[in-house]
Each structure stands twice: as structure tokens, then as C-alpha cells.
């Protein structure tokens, strides 16, 4: 893993400190990479009525979207975990979206997993 990947992945690890996580448990940080070099992080944020709770990887690219950021080179996901997860399907579909060819970096305390979105969503819905 490069240097540039490391360093959003410590961003990810960052912003999981800050989830709001009360029924999972699970404390998720994301950090998505534009190509003009800014970085964008946000914590997944549960709520009691489940479908309204968001993850980690969307909140960070909505976020940057807000700024009307729309092109993103690479993608860090860090779970607080002895277990490593992937992005959920919602998660993919929004990454697919805004890039097609973006690398996707997910880990844990132990495992970190380089990847890209076409290989985690083949068949992806897009434009």
C-alpha cells in the first residue's frame, strides 16, 4: 500500500473515534481522497430507527459533495474490530457512482484490504 493510501487510512482511523455507534457497537471512520488532493472524513452515525442511521463512507463523500467536490481518486475505511467488514451495498453503489475507478482501502486493527469498487460491485448501477 502507498505512502498517500496510508495516510488517508490514519485519517479514516481518526474520524471512527468520533462514531456514534449505541447498537452496533462497531465505530466506523471513512476518508475519501478528490483528485485535487483535499481529503473529506466522517464517522457513521446510528440512530434507533435503523434506516435512518448512515455510514461512514457515504457521510465522508456526501460531505465532500456538499462542497461541491465530485471526483475522487481513493477511499479509506477503518472499523474499531477484531472483524474486518467491506463497504455495505448502499455504500458501493454511492462510491460507484461518483468513481467508477476509484481504489477502495477497508481494514481493522489487524488486516487492511486494497481493492477497487469494480471489483467489490460488478454490475453496478450508473450512469
Known sequence: MTKDL???????????KQA??????YHVGSAV????GSVYSA???ENASYSLSICAERAAIFKALSEGKRDFTAIAI????????PPCGACRQVI????????VVYANHDETIETTIAELLP?????
Open 6 to 16: 496510508n495516510n488517508l487510512l490514519e485519517v479514516a482511523r481518526e474520524a471512527a
Open 20 to 25: 456514534y455507534a449505541p447498537y452496533s457497537g
Open 33 to 36: 481522497k478528490c483528485t485535487d
Open 43 to 45: 464517522c457513521n452515525v
Open 78 to 85: 477503518y472499523v474499531d474490530s477484531d472483524k474486518i467488514f
Open 96 to 103: 460507484y457512482e461518483f468513481s467508477p475507478k476509484i481504489t
Open 123 to 127: 454490475g453496478a448501477f450508473g450512469l
